[in-house]
């Protein structure tokens, strides 16, 4: 049991793999749906349900997913909203984007919201920069909006 | 070591997954003439000893079988009324098997819902702030140790009273929930688990935790 749950934790992928299958998923999308509008929502959504599981995941052993560190800043004064910038996502390596409003990486901000909504927090979660829409960097802007008091658990208030 | 149960609790308190590891089984079987000389009595669709202990059978014990034949309620297999054969004079010397009765799916259901306010009840008695709740429980037969996740989820196992490392046996059991329960996507959150990857996983786990204690994990 114990080396099968060491070898559990090493389990490391290609990114390759992930950037393959999730380049395979957005496209099939937008196959589906004409609308990438309607894409983004999706991902998004997906993205959510990923978080309220994974949430527990990175609590029971804080692994880190996508093997990128991305930077914390622009800080707002109230310290109620930040940034987060990276210049590398094995999510979007090799892409080249049609120009057509799609948001390539929703799954992400979506994640967020659905693992932070677990552990009682409300926040919003949107990309203000892209670099596969020409921007410098990615950026993603992550902004607290409430406590979610009637689903904190005892003991955590 | 020893491992009697698991259970796990959602973060809205139901009952979403439990397993009865190693439940020792109390049974006593003797063979008894006319007048019985214990008091029995039905309660709660059960045949129940109420009065007179000895040669193993307590107080509390449940009527399991007469003559053989399974009790069910307060009817034998085959029909008759437990309180009928035991007045009659002429069905001695006879048979009775009596046993600790085991908690039916509904009752561990019920229990759980129960254990949900007394934890929650822990926290606010607590005379220091930041209380974190019920995390270990002990009584002279078994201790309860509780583990309850900052998204709300409880994880309990009921061990023996001796029991050393609970938590860290939690702490497995919350990494095999977060792997096998929550990537299954066919599994849906605060539902029952019925994972069988995640049974195998567990029993795996109890069974090394038994064997070598929890040194290792």
Redesign the interface.
């Known amino acids: 049991?114990?080396r099968?749950?060491s070898r559990?934790d090493a389990k490391k992928v290609n990114s390759e793999l992930l950037t393959l299958t999730y380049g395979a998923l957005v496209s099939q999308m937008l196959k589906e749906t004409e609308n990438p509008e309607d894409v983004n929502k999706q991902l998004e959504r997906i993205g959510y349900n990923m978080g309220?599981?994974?949430?527990?995941?990175f609590?029971?052993?804080t692994t880190l997913y996508l093997n990128m560190q991305p930077t914390v800043t622009s800080w707002s004064s109230s310290g109620d909203e930040f940034s987060l910038v990276w210049d590398q996502c094995a999510l979007s390596d090799w892409v080249e984007m049609p120009n057509n409003g799609l948001r390539y990486c929703a799954l992400i901000p979506g994640a967020i919201r659905g693992a932070l909504q677990?552990?009682q927090l409300e926040v919003q979660c949107w990309f203000v920069q892209d670099q596969l829409k020409g921007d410098a960097v990615t950026e993603l802007r992550v902004k607290y909006i409430k406590r979610l008091e009637d689903?904190?658990?005892?003991?955590?208030d | 070591m020893v491992i009697y149960g698991v259970y796990i609790v959602s973060k809205s308190g139901g009952l979403i997954f439990n397993y009865d590891h190693n439940i020792p089984r109390v049974e006593a079987e003797k063979t008894f003439g006319f007048p019985l000389d214990i008091k029995l009595q039905y309660e709660n669709k059960k045949v129940i000893v109420a009065f007179g202990q000895r040669d193993g059978i307590n107080v509390g014990h449940v009527l399991l079988s007469v003559n053989g034949t399974p009790v069910n309620g307060r009817t034998t297999e085959d029909g008759r009324d437990v309180f009928d054969i035991i007045e009659t004079k002429e069905n001695y010397p006879l048979s009775l098997k009596f046993g600790r009765a085991r908690a039916t799916t509904n009752e561990k259901i019920v229990l759980a819902s129960m254990f949900y306010p007394l934890f929650a009840l822990a926290s606010q008695l607590s005379p220091v702030p930041k209380c974190s709740g019920i995390e270990s429980l002990t009584a002279d037969t078994f201790k309860l140790s509780c583990f309850q996740t900052l998204t709300g989820v409880k994880f309990i196992i009921v061990t023996d009273p001796s029991m050393q490392g609970a938590e860290v046996v939690l702490k497995r059991i919350y990494e095999l929930y977060s792997d096998y329960a929550l990537k299954n996507p066919f599994y849906s959150l605060e539902m029952p688990i019925r994972c069988e990857l995640f049974d195998t996983s567990l029993h795996t786990l109890l069974e090394l935790v038994e064997k070598s204690g929890t040194a290792n994990l």
């Open positions: 049991m114990s099968q749950t559990l309220v599981r994974l949430i527990e995941d609590l029971a052993r677990m552990v689903a904190v658990p005892a003991g955590e």
